[in-house]
């Protein structure tokens, strides 16, 4: 994953990227605001993600973040509710990943030093990885193919192929057997 950050200074006006964050957030609103499982709901999935929302995927309200609607996800992806994203520098979900209630995908954090200063690094969940309740994955942040990330963890490194992750910081503690998946 090309792991490059990029820095956004919220104190320049950007009028078209400013009009597309309002159009979401008021997507947004009307999805976390509508009866799941029916039409209405379907079509509000598909106005906010467009085709960046791939064939089977399913996403349960309440969804909350920045730039949501620039997230990528794939064919086959669940995603429970109160999900936070913050996509400012990029989150790609692969095919037939699980995102857990209550889970934080951050690719984006403040200067230190300048707090109107974004620096933004792409988060990539790759292909059947599950991500526990609760857990917290960081910028620039990849989590490997059918890897598992515990409830609560907080994922400050990659995380490979296969791999069980958990803890604050997450920790590898185990590899799963890739024999036992079919790809």
Request: aromatic letters at 6%; hydrophobic letters at 45%.
């Amino acid at each position: 994953m090309n792991c490059k950050e990029t820095r956004v200074d919220m104190r320049i006006p950007n009028p078209d990227g400013s009009a597309e964050n309002q159009r979401a957030a008021k997507v947004l609103f009307q999805l976390n605001h509508t009866m799941p499982f029916t039409e209405e709901y379907n079509q509000l999935l598909k106005e906010l993600f467009g085709d960046n929302l791939g064939e089977g995927s399913f996403v349960a309200a309440p969804l909350q973040g920045a730039c949501v609607s620039t997230m990528k996800i794939e064919k086959g992806v669940f995603i429970n509710s109160n999900l936070l994203a913050m996509a400012r520098g990029g989150i790609t979900i692969e095919d037939g990943a699980q995102i857990a209630a209550n889970v934080q995908l951050i690719s984006n954090n403040h200067d230190p030093y300048d707090l109107a200063v974004l620096t933004c690094k792409p988060v990539l969940i790759k292909k059947a990885a599950w991500i526990g309740a609760g857990a917290t994955i960081l910028p620039g942040v990849s989590v490997g193919k059918h890897a598992v990330v515990g409830a609560a963890s907080v994922v400050t490194k990659d995380v490979p192929d296969y791999a069980v992750a958990v803890g604050n910081p997450a920790k590898v503690i185990k590899y799963l057997d890739p024999d036992q998946f079919e790809d």
